[in-house]
C-alpha cells in the first residue's frame, strides 16, 4: 500500500519561508507526476504546483516566482520551496502522486500559517 507522508508544515511570518516534504513508503512506478495541493478554510482545494517525471513543472498564478517543486527519485521524494510567504498562503498543504491528471494517492496534509 502506497503512503505518502508530508512534513515541514509550520507557522511562519509574512516573508519567511518553508519546505515541505513528502516521502512516499514506495516507488510509485504507476503516477506520471507528484503535485501539491492547498485548502484554505471555507475554500476549495487548488493546485499549487507539479512535476512530471520528465521534471517539466506547472504553477498556480498565484505562487509562480515564490515557490518551487522538485523531486529526488532516489528518495521517492518531493519537495515544495517557498518563500516570500504571504497570509494568503496559510492552508492545509497535501501533496499527491498524480495518473495523466488524477490524483491517485494523497498524504495527510501539513498546515502552513503565515502570520501578518
Known amino acids: 500500500q502506497v503512503q505518502l507522508v508530508e512534513s515541514g508544515g509550520g507557522l511562519v511570518q509574512a516573508g519567511g519561508s518553508l519546505r515541505l516534504s513528502c516521502a512516499a513508503s514506495?516507488?510509485?512506478?504507476?503516477?506520471?507526476?507528484r503535485a501539491w495541493y492547498r485548502q484554505a478554510p471555507g475554500k476549495q482545494r487548488e493546485l499549487v504546483a507539479l512535476?512530471?517525471?520528465?521534471?517539466?513543472?506547472n504553477y498556480a498564478d498565484s505562487v509562480k516566482g515564490r515557490f518551487t517543486i522538485s523531486r529526488d527519485n532516489a528518495r521517492n521524494t518531493a519537495y515544495l520551496q517557498m518563500n516570500s510567504l504571504k497570509p494568503e498562503d496559510t492552508a492545509v498543504y497535501y501533496c499527491?502522486?498524480?495518473?495523466?491528471?488524477?490524483?491517485?494517492?494523497w498524504g495527510q496534509g501539513t498546515q502552513v500559517t503565515v502570520s501578518a
Open positions: 514506495v516507488s510509485i512506478s504507476s503516477i506520471t507526476s
Open positions: 512535476i512530471t517525471d520528465g521534471r517539466n513543472t
Open positions: 499527491a502522486g498524480r495518473k495523466y491528471g488524477v490524483p491517485l494517492y
